[in-house]
Each structure stands twice: as structure tokens, then as C-alpha cells.
């Protein structure tokens, strides 16, 4: 059993920037229990109607997204640019943008992917395997500039591309992790356009208990396969060679115990 570790933080504060924050399964090992000894204020509270399946994918990949788009200072009617918007952090971004009343762009590839956005009612779309020039087809589908892009890819060609397609007043959210992380600025450009570039990770509880708001309210929906923890093996494999779909989270559930 794991015992809990005290930190003093605000429920409002950046937890995920915590100094002395134990992040299990990543900074420490033992994120895999049947119970967790944990202190009630650093609970994030799971409403009624939102199952544990439903929950787990928006504490991780669904904060960050929601993260993403509340760093960007949108209001309602802008257009934000999603590169990766079919992609497990893409998906939510569209979903948290449209819910949130924004106008989004989702940049990907293929038909699937297409039609996934289209159920969502992202509003439009660009193929990057057919584009040529992607800041240009991002400026002729929204008939100007973005005032946001949410990069949610690992990938750096799509920085450096939103560079070109954000307009006056605009944010690039740096959310996807490429493995190589660098691109050129226009500094001049990014003073006269009075631009900034941020990055951004998780959140904070409060924030937290938000974006479960969104999945009570019907507004975003996970993608979820429930299995059992000795098919574990399985799905690892499966994620190897590609068969499990980008969007899919899989929950894990412990057999029914016969004694």
C-alpha cells in the first residue's frame, strides 16, 4: 500500500509545476496498486454520472488539452488551429474548443480522421498529406488569420508552421513534446503582431473538477475499452504495431475474484 506524501499546495495553484510533487508511475515507481492511501485535498472529486473508465483519460490527456485552450485567452467565435486533431490529445482539444464556443481548424490526415472531426463538429478541416502549403489552406478555410494554435502533435514542423497562419494578438500553446523541440522565431513579427508563445501541461484541481464538468454535461466523450488487467500484455503489444487507435484509451479492471 502506498502511503501519501504531504504537500502543502492551493487548489488554484500550479500543482503540476510542484517542487517537491511525487508524480507516480513517472518520478517513482508504485503507480500500478489496488489502493492508494491518499489525503482528501488532493482528491479530485468524480461527479455521479461520469464513470471511473470515462474519468482517467480527461485527468491526463483531457486536462492538458483544456489546459492548452484556456492559456490561449480565446473568446467566443475565435478560430483555434489544432495540428494533430486526430491524435489522443487532439481529439479533446477539438472537443474542449467546440464545447467552450470556439471556431476550430483541426490539421491531420485521411478520411477516418476527417469523418471523427466532422462527428464532433469541428468546423474545418485540413489534410496535411494533401496541402501543400499548410499556413496558406489554414488562411483560405477561415478567410484570415487564427488568433490560437493548440499543438498537440510530437512533431516540430507544425510549430513552426503556426507561426505563419497566427494573426494580431495571437497564442501558439505548446502542448505536444517533439524530439526535436527547436524552431526559428520571427521576434520582430511577434512584437509587431504583440504575440506570445506559451507552454503548458497539466493543471490544477480546480481545473481538474472542470474539465469532468464537460464529460457530465455530455459535452466531450472519451473514447474508452474496458479490459481485464491480464490482457495488460496484449494491449502493450497491440500498441507496438499499431492497432489500437490513437483516440482509444483502455481502463483496466481487476477479474471478478471467485474465493
Known amino acids: ?31 500500478v496498486q489496488e489502493f492508494i492511501v491518499s489525503r482528501t485535498v488532493h482528491l479530485t472529486p468524480i461527479p455521479d454520472d461520469v464513470s471511473l473508465a470515462e474519468a482517467a483519460p480527461i485527468l491526463c490527456a483531457g486536462l ?8 490561449a485567452n480565446l473568446r467566443e467565435g475565435d478560430w483555434v488551429v489544432i495540428p494533430g486533431a486526430g491524435g489522443g490529445l487532439g481529439h479533446f482539444a477539438v ?7 470556439y471556431r476550430v481548424v483541426g490539421i491531420d490526415t485521411g478520411e477516418e480522421k476527417k469523418q471523427l472531426l466532422d462527428s464532433y463538429g469541428c468546423h474545418k478541416f485540413v489534410d496535411f ?15 484570415g488569420k487564427a488568433k490560437a494554435a493548440i499543438i498537440t502533435t510530437g512533431v516540430i514542423q507544425p510549430y513552426q508552421q503556426a507561426l505563419k497562419y497566427l ?37 490544477n484541481r480546480i481545473e481538474a473538477k472542470r474539465a469532468l464538468t464537460f464529460v457530465s454535461m455530455g459535452k466531450v466523450k472519451p473514447n474508452i475499452e474496458i479490459k481485464e488487467f491480464k490482457e495488460l500484455s496484449n494491449v502493450f503489444k497491440d ?21
Open 1 to 31: 500500500m502506498v502511503q501519501p506524501k504531504k504537500v502543502a499546495v492551493s487548489e488554484t495553484q500550479s500543482q503540476e509545476q510542484c517542487r517537491g510533487a511525487d508524480l507516480r508511475g513517472s518520478a517513482s515507481t508504485t503507480s
Open 167 to 203: 494573426g494580431i494578438r495571437s497564442t501558439l500553446v505548446c502542448i505536444g513534446l517533439p524530439h526535436n523541440g527547436l524552431f526559428e522565431i520571427d521576434a520582430c513579427q511577434l512584437i509587431i503582431n504583440s504575440s506570445k508563445i506559451v507552454g503548458s501541461s497539466l493543471s
Open 129 to 143: 498529406a494533401i496541402e501543400k502549403d499548410i499556413p496558406k489552406a489554414v488562411e483560405i478555410a477561415i478567410g
Open 64 to 71: 492538458t488539452t483544456y489546459k492548452g485552450l484556456l492559456n
Open 95 to 101: 472537443q474542449y474548443a467546440i464545447a467552450m464556443n
Open 239 to 259: 500498441l507496438q504495431v499499431g492497432k489500437v487507435s490513437s483516440t482509444q484509451s483502455t481502463f483496466f479492471i481487476e477479474a471478478e475474484r471467485k474465493d
